[in-house]
């Protein structure tokens, strides 16, 4: 204990300039606050007006090194800062010593308090208008004040903020300050309504004796305190103890509970909260454990009766086969179920056999084994890998559940699993997450050990199935494709071979008429020719008219039987057909260039074949136009051009020769009948001719054919 001094006045004087009194204008002063309460009451921004305050009251936590201060009066208690440790003429503070304080208000970041620094004295004279001495002066020592039993939910919310007050909780570790210079401890506690840090100022003698109190329930007086962020916003609360003698323990009730009769699972089961108000004890169970789940802060138990979640932050080396006496506080209700709260368990004998109840899914999903270690059996639907664990989905008599692992030390590798495999599965079961989940339970297994195959899916399974069946999907695409290729690739044969047939058949005609037009016109009209040779010579002295008609007839067979002669050879030449139409065109103009003008020609396009019937009506239309240029235009250059796009062929004939008008009718017959014999061909064809002419402008033809004409009969 710190030992007492006789009271010492730490007078801190304002400035010398400020004692006479508050210069005119200032505010109106302050009236001084005799009561915590009174302080209390003030919002944060009146404590910052700095209030002149006189209180007296009792110490309830003092320690300088921290800069915390707490005292407390009949109406409440309240924060201040003490003298730094060893300063002087200023008194040296206990727990349990009554002061007075005289000082100011000041905002503080959760409630006000009160001030007694020399920082603040320059604020103080421009609020009140006149100095104040602030000083703490220690008038005797006593006991701490008498207060009533509080929850520990209670203080988290604040309502106790600098109060000094009496909990009852269970201690459940006791560590040690982290600068071995610091006599403190740092404890955790729990109760069935929350967890509480306590911070206590324990001498190092003292402190082997405080930690053979884990585990074991106590009441603590403290003072509430907290820390609060910029918004005024109480974030964390611990209490504050003194000294160890403001610790009681009570060993006694603690074993008084263990020793009450044992109470079996299903009597749980049955339990019901109590009412409000009413004084509640630690029920008394045992059982085996069988798993425990640290990250939960609590393990389950086993019995022939069932299963119950005791949760419990006690630190133990718990294992599972472990047979334990439990007290705690009895929770939950009959929606979630029953447990127990803040647990303490005794060991009794480690690695006890505990034997699963086996059962049915059906038996399951009625909801009599939640929380009871079980064995039942299942088809594997799907399973999936998380960073800490592997879920498996399973199901069984038309129930869903998943299964995994719960946290272990197992490092045996996990089972490879096929889904469709049946599985065994011992673990403890659960409730599904929510009323509205699909599964019916879940499954926390303990180890590897716990999944046991049964039967591997047969070889024919759904997904074998589904890749059967994409296969054989893939096959059948690819045998359409393949018929479909084929039917376009028949068809294109088949317009190969009909075109070579037309393109026989034509070539057959033509020979035929070549023949009939050699043995029947040809020799006909040698026939005339040798008729009119020998009338000739019988009638050497004719008139001159018959003579020149004579002459004109003999002239006009001679052009016949020439023109006959080169049809028969047009019709017999396979020019065309082995070199198309562009090769017949140029080869006609070679056996013209001794005698014409200069005639060329120009392909714009990529060359495309036609049928032998259309490039033959082409050729005779362009040696029209060439003819018709030279005979009767006098033209001394022709151009032959041929335009091919994707779809149709154009072939125009140009000339420079003297023209004529196009609206007009020719004047020579032969001219006449020519362009007229053009028109035709270009019909039988279904091309388009074009023929534009001007008198002096020379003339220009053009024949526009489908590459792909449509049948013509």
């Not at 800062?81 to 002087?88: E, K």
């Not at 008038?139 to 009496?166: C, K, M, S, W, Y």
């Not at 082995?578 to 260039?593: C, D, K, P, W, Y």
């Amino acid at each position: 204990m710190h030992s007492r001094f006789q009271p010492v006045i730490a007078v801190l004087l304002a400035h010398a300039a400020l004692t006479f009194g508050a210069p005119a204008g200032s505010e109106t002063t302050l009236t001084t606050l005799t009561t915590i309460a009174d302080v209390r009451a003030l919002t944060l921004d009146e404590a910052a007006r700095h209030h002149p305050v006189q209180v007296r009251g009792i110490i309830t936590y003092c320690n300088p090194i921290y800069s915390l201060g707490f005292v407390q009066d009949e109406t409440g208690g309240i924060f201040f800062t003490p003298p730094p440790a060893g300063a002087p003429d200023s008194p040296m503070l206990a727990a349990g010593d009554r002061v007075e304080i005289i000082g100011i208000t000041r905002r503080g970041r959760f409630s006000p308090s009160i001030s007694i620094l020399p920082g603040d004295l320059d604020s103080t004279v421009a609020s009140t208008g006149s100095p104040v001495v602030m000083r703490i002066v220690r008038l005797d020592a006593g006991p701490l004040p008498t207060v009533p039993l509080v929850g520990v939910e209670r203080i988290n919310t604040g309502d106790f903020h600098d109060q000094f007050v009496r909990v009852r909780a269970t201690l459940r570790r006791v560590a040690e300050h982290l600068d071995p210079s610091v006599e403190q401890l740092n404890m955790d506690a729990s109760s069935r309504s929350g967890a509480l840090n306590i911070i206590l100022d324990c001498p190092k003698s003292d402190q082997a004796t405080v930690k053979e109190w884990e585990n074991v329930e106590a009441e603590i007086s403290g003072v509430v305190s907290g820390e609060a962020n910029d918004r005024s916003q109480l974030r964390r609360v611990t209490l504050l103890v003194a000294s160890v003698s403001q610790i009681k323990p009570n060993t006694a009730a603690m074993q008084a509970s263990f020793n009450q009769p044992v109470r079996g699972f299903r009597e749980l089961l049955q339990y019901r909260p109590p009412i409000a108000g009413a004084t509640e004890e630690r029920l008394h169970v045992t059982g085996i454990v069988t798993l425990v789940h640290p990250s939960r802060g609590g393990f389950y138990l086993g019995s022939e009766q069932g299963g119950l979640w005791v949760r419990t932050p006690q630190h133990s080396s718990l294992l599972n086969g472990d047979d334990v006496d439990v007290i705690g506080f009895i929770a939950g209700g009959a929606d979630e179920g029953v447990w127990l709260e803040d647990g303490i368990h005794r060991i009794a004998r480690r690695a006890v056999p505990f034997a699963p109840r086996v059962s049915t899914a059906d038996e399951i999903a009625k909801g009599g084994d939640f929380g009871s270690l079980i064995q039942v059996e299942g088809q594997l639907i799907d399973q999936f890998d998380r960073p800490s664990h592997r879920l498996l989905y399973l199901g069984a008599e038309g129930h869903t559940f998943y299964a995994r692992l719960a946290e272990s030390a197992d490092t045996t590798p996990p089972l490879a699993l096929e889904n469709g495999s049946w599985l065994r599965l011992t673990g403890v079961c659960e409730k599904p997450n929510g009323t509205a989940a699909r599964e019916s339970f879940s499954l926390l297994l303990r180890e590897n050990a716990d999944i046991a195959l049964i039967s591997r899916p047969p070889w024919f399974n759904t997904q074998r199935l589904r890749w059967i069946l994409g296969g054989v999907l893939v096959l059948t695409v690819l045998v359409s494709a393949w018929v479909l290729l084929l039917q376009r690739q028949v068809t294109r044969q088949t317009q190969v071979i009909a075109h070579q047939i037309e393109q026989k058949t034509l070539s057959d005609e033509r020979r035929r008429i070549a023949r009939e037009l050699h043995d029947t016109l040809e020799q006909q009209l040698a026939g005339v020719n040798i008729h009119l040779d020998t009338v000739a010579e019988c009638a050497p002295e004719m008139p001159a008219p018959v003579s020149r008609a004579l002459d004109n007839a003999r002239a006009m067979l001679t052009h016949s039987r020439t023109e006959a002669h080169r049809s028969i050879l047009e019709l017999r030449s396979r020019t065309i057909e082995q070199t198309g139409l562009i090769g017949a065109v140029r080869e006609s103009i070679e056996a013209l260039q001794v005698i014409t003008p200069r005639i060329t020609t120009e392909v714009e396009g990529r060359e495309q074949r036609l049928s032998q019937r259309v490039e033959f009506q082409l050729l005779r239309i362009v040696q029209e136009s060439i003819t018709n240029a030279l005979k009767h235009a006098q033209a001394e250059t022709i151009t032959v051009r041929f335009h091919f796009t994707q779809d149709e062929l154009t072939v125009t004939i140009t000339d420079d020769g003297t023209g004529f008008d196009a609206t007009q009718p020719p004047a020579v017959h032969s001219t006449r009948f020519g362009l007229l014999g053009m028109r035709e061909r270009a019909a039988k064809i279904r091309a388009s001719i074009d023929i534009q002419s001007t008198p002096g402008t020379g003339s220009t033809v053009s024949v526009t054919a489908p590459i792909h004409p449509t049948h013509t009969p």
